[in-house]
């Protein structure tokens, strides 16, 4: 079946420091690939996403390339920001109704 | 900005008891799920509903779960009798349409503790 497998946290950085979360799947079809995060006290929100081969999804300075060779989606940001302190979840969608989700990296920056 | 509302957002019941969590998503959505995460594990997908019917449910969602949409805002989820390991965040979702890459959007959650 569908699993998303994510770099296990938590992951605690300085401001401005790079950052890389690593996911990769596996799907028995053409999945779209997903980033969902949740600040605290809230719900899940969709980062970015991307539905074929070599897109690039992109949002609030977030990138990740869908990966078909490498089965990989990773999500990378240059410089964070305390802002940016939240749980990230990996997920794909492999039909039209349901989320396969990874376990959650909780990221903490610290100022 | 539209977004789907849970309450309560936490809920604590005695084992054996029937709990409904409830959920409104957005006003001009079509699709609507439940998912779950128990303390430490991945978010489970449990089960979606369209048109006043499951279109699709997984293993976990087994004769103890239900869920109904009673008046047309409201989507609740219901445990008949609930155990121990049911305790988790349960988020409820909606989407506009369920097409390839469309986008969910999610509740903020219960957290259920049962005791």
């Known amino acids: 079946g569908d699993s998303v497998t994510q770099m296990e946290g938590p992951v605690t950085l300085s401001e401005e420091a790079c950052l890389t979360i690593?996911?990769?799947?596996?799907?028995?079809?053409?999945?779209?690939l997903f980033w969902y995060v949740q600040y605290p006290g809230e719900g899940l929100q969709l980062l970015l996403k991307?539905?074929?081969?070599?897109d690039k999804g992109s949002n609030k300075g977030f990138e990740a390339t869908y990966r078909k060779e490498t089965t990989s989606f990773h999500l990378e940001k240059g410089s964070v920001q305390v802002s940016d302190s939240a749980v990230y979840f990996c997920a794909l969608s492999d039909n039209d109704y349901k989320l396969s989700f990874g376990a959650g990296t909780t990221v903490t920056v610290r100022a | 900005e539209p977004e789907v509302t849970q309450t309560p957002s936490h809920q604590v019941t005695q084992m054996g008891q029937e709990v409904i969590l409830r959920c409104v998503p957005i006003s001009n959505h079509l699709y609507f799920y439940w998912y779950r995460q128990i303390l430490g594990q991945k978010v489970e997908f449990l089960v979606s509903?369209?048109?006043?019917?499951?279109?699709?449910k997984s293993e976990i969602f087994d004769d103890q779960f239900s869920v109904e949409r009673p008046d047309g805002s409201n989507f609740t989820l219901k445990i008949r009798s609930t155990k121990l390991e049911d305790s988790a965040m349960y988020f409820c979702?909606?989407?506009?349409?369920?097409?390839?890459?469309?986008?969910?959007?999610f509740g903020q959650g219960t957290r259920l503790t049962v005791v």
């Open positions: 979702a909606s989407s506009e349409d369920s097409g390839v890459g469309v986008e969910a959007f």
């Open positions: 991307a539905t074929k081969a070599d």
């Open positions: 690593n996911c990769t799947y596996t799907a028995t079809g053409y999945p779209s």
């Open positions: 509903f369209y048109n006043n019917e499951i279109s699709e």
